[in-house]
């Protein structure tokens, strides 16, 4: 069964810790993303890779920043977690090009961060 | 104005009805469009994506999608109470195919 995996299902972080999501699919997807989801927002894309060392920013980057150094991973970092990044982040991977079809995302079970 | 526009519900309907679901979106030029489904305290999972304008049907599920009023719903019939969710509206905008925007989701309460 294919899957995405996140590392961490929950953590409790204090204000101004640097924080690390990791994020592994084993399906050989190019794209991976990260989305946070809060009450009342629905889900917004942080930050979305298409290859290895590549990135795009999303619609909410600020104070977050990625890396991906091999295809099947895919970090999210907080430099300096505050409280108003208390939320739960999912990681989804999708697989190359412009077939139809091809933005299907697989999601990972997702990661609750509380920020103190 | 938002990307992508859902009413957050929740949307009640008796078991074995129609519940009927609906998508408005903002840019004309959107290609592919996604409906997925999150139960409380999962992730979204895939039900059925559309990019051609008329229906998609997969067993009591029907896509149908109006590009032209900018509008796409999900039609499921002989509701069962395993489809209480929140239903997530998704569409790939005009060359960005990789970036999916997202709605807020629209809850389904179906009644036993």
């Known amino acids: 069964d294919v899957k995405v995996t996140q590392s961490s299902r929950y953590l409790v972080k204090r204000t101004g810790e640097k924080v690390f999501l990791e994020c592994v699919q084993d399906m050989d997807h190019e794209n991976m993303f990260w989305y946070r989801q809060d009450p009342g927002l629905g889900l917004r894309l942080i930050y979305f890779s298409y290859d290895v060392k590549m990135k795009e920013k999303g619609d909410i980057p600020e104070g977050y920043s990625v890396s991906r150094e091999k295809k099947e991973r895919f970090s999210l970092i907080l430099e300096s977690a505050s409280t108003n990044q208390t939320s739960m982040y999912l990681c989804a991977s999708s697989p190359p090009g412009l077939a139809t079809g091809a933005n299907v995302l697989t999601f990972g079970a997702g990661s609750r961060l509380t920020v103190l | ?112």
């Open chain 2, 1 to 112: 104005q938002k990307e992508v526009e859902q009413n957050s519900g929740p949307l009640s309907v008796p078991e074995g009805a129609i519940a009927s679901l609906n998508c408005t979106y903002s840019d004309r030029g959107s290609q592919s469009f996604f409906w997925y489904r999150q139960y409380s305290g999962k992730s979204p999972e895939l039900i059925m994506f559309i990019y051609s304008n008329g229906d998609k049907e997969d067993g009591r599920f029907t896509a149908q999608l109006n590009k032209a009023s900018q509008y796409v719903s999900l039609l499921i019939r002989d509701s069962q109470p395993s489809d209480s969710a929140t239903y997530l509206c998704a569409v790939t905008p005009p060359g960005g195919y990789q970036k999916v925007t997202f709605g807020i989701g629209t809850k389904l309460q179906v009644i036993p």
